[in-house]
């Protein structure tokens, strides 16, 4: 190719890549289902993009180390530490039982649906084991499904993806070299493999630890040095044997969410960006290389072998992998309709499938097409299915609020207990040691330690948080977290009014309104409580007791909706009526300040804030919250 053909190509694939995950996203559908089309349709109708060519014999090497660093960042999102019980349990099985019962079963099917040989079959197979975080994730997010269940599929698709692309390079080096060896040299050499990529993961996590932790790297270099180490170490690992590389990075990446010493604020924005752009290029490049050509004489067979996948090997799996847990029908039934096929499947197959073709091995040229429409057809059928089947089943998690609380003050910490009472599913965060430890001593689910991270994009989704109410004792704090988050989709930020004017602080944005009026700051909100006020609740309906504020009213649906939210001081006040109140019920008869909560709150719970009793002080942080009837 020509150097303007050069330019061309790798122009248009990062053109397309982004474009295809922008129409996705408007779409609000998996980036796959347009990114696999657009590239099949790029490499078939240009001369340009066809990266196989583009790049020569660097396009494996850079695929393999596209797709490590993608395992890397899955890897962030795994902690151990929620890894438990018979979530830990399912998941093991599901890895080991997918990929000793998922390789035979495909290739056992794709030998005669396909007319491939035993060997092409045999790849096949195990190509096809694998599932990946890039398609499972955004299916998940749609769907929403019971936090165990998310959590276990998470897991499995970033682990099987490891196993898949060891045991892959395993098949393809036995098929290239024609090795007559039994299991058990197959066996042993499956488990170097693993060591190898176990020993990477060891190093990468303890030069992580001494750049991040002890030499503490600032934001900009801590993000580019987690970059660095995780295409060194995995390019290393596979320069000794192919795809070992996947298990390190996948071991970093556990390894930083997980260990106490690395709770610091990794996750950059610029390194999620850099693995969008990752995913949507390596989707595009693949299915370019793609030909109707080759695709055509194996379409039906093709989703014939769908068929054999979708309803008997991953129904087997997932029956086998849950038996004698606790978990309920729907959950098991849920596991068994859940296994698209994603950017390893694809990645390993556009490695091997020419080389084997080239080595004589029969059928080996229908490799990467089958899979190509395996990876199409999962992902389209489990995106489309997934939300009502989970419906049917039961294992939607109910559409209640699930605010995040930002502060670790002790009035702060019974409104999150009133707010559990209530029936919602509250997350609390703090920065301070003795702050967190009292916020997991008083029982409540403690958010991780980056807020930024838990607070919006993927952290947020993965938390399925809500709305996000800064509460701290420091207005210039709760300011500037409102500012940052203003332009975060899909959930609102409140924080409480200022206690005084914010002459230097950032200002609030569209969306960040101030919690409770003018009148409820966060000193006269803690003076309150620590002077005996109760944080309570009690049914909507009838006036406001004499001396209570409206804090928030929770709907019959498990809604939160806060009262006072406003932009700005001055707008109003605390009011159960149709209007801006006050603290009686008509509309408009002023108050403490804030907009009320408008509209009709006569259904639900209201959270309410009590007078302090004429009384001698109550001890600091003990509980008063309540239901009355």
Not at 171 to 183: E, M, P, Q, S, T
């Amino acid at each position: 190719m020509t150097t303007q053909q050069i330019f061309v190509g790798l122009g248009l694939i990062v053109v397309l890549a982004v474009g295809g995950q922008v129409l996705a996203a408007r779409l609000r559908i998996p980036a796959i289902i347009v990114l696999l089309p657009l590239g099949f349709a790029a490499g078939a109708i240009t001369d340009t993009v066809h990266p196989d060519q583009l790049l020569g014999d660097a396009y494996p090497p850079l695929v393999s180390l596209a797709v490590a660093v993608i395992l890397y960042d899955a890897g962030l999102g795994l902690d151990l530490r929620r890894l438990s019980g018979d979530t830990r349990r399912v998941v093991h099985r599901l890895v080991w039982f997918g990929a000793l019962l998922t390789a035979p079963v495909a290739a056992f099917a794709a030998a005669p649906l396909l007319g491939l040989s035993a060997q092409a079959a045999a790849m096949l197979g195990t190509i096809l084991i694998v599932s990946g975080p890039t398609v499972v994730g955004p299916v998940l997010n749609f769907v929403r499904p019971e936090e165990r269940l998310q959590r276990i599929l998470l897991w499995e698709g970033s682990l099987i993806d490891a196993v898949g692309g060891i045991a892959g390079a395993l098949v393809f080096h036995a098929l290239i070299n024609d090795r007559k060896h039994g299991l058990g040299h197959g066996v042993l050499q499956f488990l170097g493999s693993v060591g190898i990529g176990l020993l990477g993961g060891a190093a990468g996590v303890a030069l992580l630890w001494w750049l991040l932790v002890r030499v503490r790297l600032g934001e900009i270099l801590g993000t580019t040095v987690q970059l660095a180490a995780v295409i060194g170490i995995a390019a290393g690992c596979d320069a000794v044997r192919d795809d070992t590389g996947l298990i390190a990075a996948i071991v970093m990446g556990v390894a930083v969410a997980t260990l106490p010493a690395f709770e610091l604020a990794l996750r950059r924005p610029f390194f999620e960006s850099l693995v969008s752009l990752a995913v949507g290029v390596l989707f595009i490049s693949i299915s370019a290389t793609v030909t109707w050509a080759s695709l055509r004489p194996v379409l039906l067979p093709a989703l014939g072998l769908v068929a054999v996948l979708v309803l008997a090997a991953r129904p087997l799996v997932a029956a086998l992998s849950t038996f004698g847990t606790g978990l309920s029908p729907g959950e098991r039934a849920f596991l068994g309709w859940m296994a698209p096929r994603g950017i390893v499947a694809a990645s390993t197959a556009a490695t091997f499938s020419a080389q084997l073709a080239a080595a004589g091995i029969g059928g080996a040229n229908r490799i990467l097409p089958a899979t190509f429409l395996v990876i199409v057809a999962t992902v389209t059928l489990y995106g489309l299915t997934a939300a009502p089947v989970a419906r049917r089943l039961g294992v939607v998690r109910p559409a209640r609020s699930r605010p995040l609380l930002v502060g670790g003050d002790p009035w702060v910490l019974e409104l999150g207990r009133v707010l559990d009472s209530a029936g919602l599913d509250t997350l609390v965060w703090a920065g301070r040691t003795a702050e967190r430890e009292r916020i997991d001593a008083a029982g409540l689910e403690l958010a991780g330690s980056d807020l930024l991270d838990c607070a919006s994009g993927e952290g947020a989704e993965r938390e399925s948080v809500t709305a996000v109410y800064l509460l701290t004792a420091d207005d210039d704090f709760n300011a500037l977290v409102s500012a940052l988050l203003q332009d975060d989709e899909g959930r609102s930020v409140h924080r409480l009014a200022p206690a005084e004017s914010l002459e230097h602080g950032a200002p609030a944005g569209p969306g960040s309104g101030l919690l409770f009026g003018t009148g409820l700051t966060g000193p006269v909100l803690a003076g309150r409580f620590r002077d005996g006020a109760a944080i309570s609740a009690r049914p909507a309906g009838g006036p406001l007791p004499p001396g209570y504020d409206l804090l928030f009213t929770v709907g019959p649906g498990g809604r939160l909706r806060p009262a006072g939210t406003g932009t700005g001081p001055g707008a109003g006040g605390t009011g159960t009526g149709p209007g801006a109140g006050g603290t009686g019920t008509g509309p408009g008869a002023g108050g403490t300040g804030g907009t009320g909560m408008g509209g009709d709150v006569r259904n639900g719970t209201l959270i309410l804030l009590g007078p302090a009793p004429a009384v001698a002080r109550r001890p600091e942080g003990r509980g008063r919250g309540t239901i009355e009837g």
